[in-house]
């Protein structure tokens, strides 16, 4: 089955430094989400792309936060000062039908972000 | 806005057992439900997902789920457990209009299958 990766899988940062998380979507999916949980808690919508913009986003998703398709095939989250607080696995998705909200989501494997 | 209660953190079964893992959601309008499961240092991975038609749908790996509008519920059902499904397991929501098209999860259960 395809799948969906990401890179790396453990980042470690200091306090207000930037970070970008890399997702490479499954090649004919259109839509591509962002979520993320921090441990012991529940898997948290951040954003959703499609067509080169956002579709919708979190509160979570403040402007600390973006998000960009630079290429066609990778999706990128960017922290930009990062905070304690966004110590969490951030998990890429993607789906094939944005219309469909009946279409499953794939998954990647996450990258654990740890801030220090 | 759209919820999803997972009650149990953990579901501790012996093998050969049968298993259910609870969930229930909250929605405006009608419900898209999904389950999905987590195993050690993967992403999530589609199980099952109900939209319409018959109350009980089957998924992948033998699992089942019954969807239940009275009860807003839809718990996740295995004749007989298998060591092999230990793992996390997530149900989701999604409104089958308005609200945005997010899916929204619970915090997850924890199913423990023991020899």
């Known amino acids: 089955e395809p799948e969906v990766t990401q890179t790396p899988s453990h980042q470690v940062t200091q306090m207000g430094q930037e970070v970008i998380l890399r997702c490479v979507p499954i090649s004919n999916h259109l839509y591509f989400y962002w979520y993320r949980q921090i441990l012991g808690q529940k898997v948290e919508f951040l954003v959703s792309f499609y067509n080169n913009e956002i579709s919708e986003k979190s509160e979570i998703f403040d402007d600390q936060f973006s998000v960009e398709r630079p290429d066609g095939s990778n999706f990128t989250l960017k922290i930009r000062s990062t905070k304690l607080e966004d110590s969490a696995m951030y998990f890429c998705a993607s789906s094939e039908d944005r219309a469909a909200r009946g279409e499953k989501l794939f998954f990647g494997s996450g990258t654990q972000l740890s801030v220090l | 806005a759209q919820s999803v209660a997972q009650p149990e953190d953990q579901v501790n079964v012996a093998e050969g057992n049968p298993l259910t893992v609870k969930c229930t959601y909250s929605v405006s309008g009608n419900p898209y439900l999904f389950w999905y499961v987590q195993y050690p240092n993967r992403g999530l991975q589609f199980l099952l997902k109900y939209i319409t038609g018959d109350n009980l749908v089957k998924g992948s790996y033998g699992f089942e789920a019954e969807f239940n509008k009275s009860q807003t519920s839809f718990h996740l059902k295995k004749p007989s457990a298998l060591v092999s499904d230990s793992a996390l397991y997530f149900c989701?929501?999604?409104?089958?209009?308005?609200?945005?098209?997010?899916?929204?999860f619970g915090t997850g259960t924890q199913l423990k299958v023991e020899l």
């Open positions: 989701a929501v999604r409104a089958d209009s308005g609200g945005g098209n997010k899916l929204t």
